[in-house]
């Protein structure tokens, strides 16, 4: 995931697709607390996704 981020951000400058990608992952495990938990610490702005 922090590859994607860094591809989707960085590389292709494209932070929109990027938030649309990350919030349908994390609404699709939001019940999986150790997965929020590891990917807050991975992956940039994770705890800010809405």
Same mark, same amino acid.
């Given at each position: 995931? !922090?590859?994607? =981020? =860094? $591809?989707? $951000?960085?590389?292709? =400058?494209? /932070?929109?697709? &990027?938030?649309?990608?990350?919030?349908?992952?994390?609404?699709?495990?939001?019940?999986?607390?150790?997965?929020?938990?590891?990917? /807050? !610490?991975? $992956?940039?702005? &994770?705890?800010?996704?809405?």
């Amino acid at each position: 995931m !922090k590859k994607v =981020h =860094h $591809v989707l $951000v960085d590389v292709l =400058h494209d /932070a929109p697709r &990027w938030r649309d990608f990350a919030i349908k992952i994390k609404r699709e495990n939001i019940k999986r607390p150790a997965f929020q938990e590891e990917f /807050a !610490k991975a $992956v940039p702005g &994770w705890q800010e996704l809405k």
